[in-house]
């Protein structure tokens, strides 16, 4: 998480308690109207309170205005993100093997935003972490 921060500092949103306990974190970058979810995680005990439910809708808002997709990859085999993802409207568009570094694939899924500029979205880069 540290070097996520590091790495996109103006991206990166924090859930906290009352208490100002960080329990939660979504990370996006921005490339021209493409933007990417790189990564959002809760702490176990606090998930399906809908933490990330605000976090993504957060980040979501802020995207709006300037990107008109948001693509994400996701291990195949993580079930409950993939789901979490489906939630807000994100899907599945094709499998990338080999993404992670012990050799799993991902499942690369894509959110359009409709309200947003209709100027062309560039492709990801592929990335291999
Ligand atoms: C995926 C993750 C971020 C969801 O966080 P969360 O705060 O628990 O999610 P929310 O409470 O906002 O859930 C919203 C909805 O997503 C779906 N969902 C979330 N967790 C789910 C699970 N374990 N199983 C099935 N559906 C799930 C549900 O529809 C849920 O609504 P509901 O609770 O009313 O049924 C969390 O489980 C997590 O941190 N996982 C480990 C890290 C990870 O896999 N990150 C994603 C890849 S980078």
Same mark, same amino acid.
């Given at each position: /998480?540290?070097?996520?921060?590091?790495?996109?500092p103006?991206a990166f949103?924090?859930?906290?308690?009352?208490?100002?306990?960080?329990? $939660?974190?979504?990370?996006?970058?921005?490339?021209r109207r =493409? %933007?990417?979810l790189?990564?959002?995680?809760?702490l176990?005990?606090?998930?399906?309170?809908?933490?990330?439910?605000? =976090?993504?809708?957060?980040s979501?808002?802020?995207?709006?205005?300037?990107?008109?997709?948001?693509? =994400?990859?996701?291990?195949?085999a993580?079930?409950?993100?993939v789901?979490?993802?489906?939630?807000?409207?994100f899907? $599945?568009? /094709?499998?990338?093997?080999?993404?992670?570094?012990? $050799?799993?694939?991902?499942?690369? /899924?894509? =959110?359009?935003l409709?309200? %947003?500029?209709?100027?062309? %979205?560039?492709?990801?880069?592929?990335?291999?972490?």
């Open positions: /998480m540290v070097q996520l921060l590091r790495e996109h103006k949103l924090v859930a906290e308690t009352d208490s100002r306990k960080v329990v $939660g974190y979504c990370v996006c970058s921005t490339e =493409l %933007a990417h790189i990564s959002i995680g809760v176990r005990e606090y998930r399906r309170r809908k933490v990330a439910t605000s =976090l993504i809708q957060e979501l808002d802020q995207l709006s205005s300037k990107v008109r997709e948001v693509w =994400l990859e996701v291990n195949t993580n079930e409950e993100a789901k979490f993802y489906e939630e807000f409207g899907k $599945g568009i /094709m499998i990338i093997d080999n993404y992670y570094s012990d $050799g799993s694939p991902a499942l690369r /899924m894509r =959110l359009t409709n309200h %947003a500029s209709q100027e062309g %979205a560039a492709p990801p880069r592929e990335s291999t972490s």
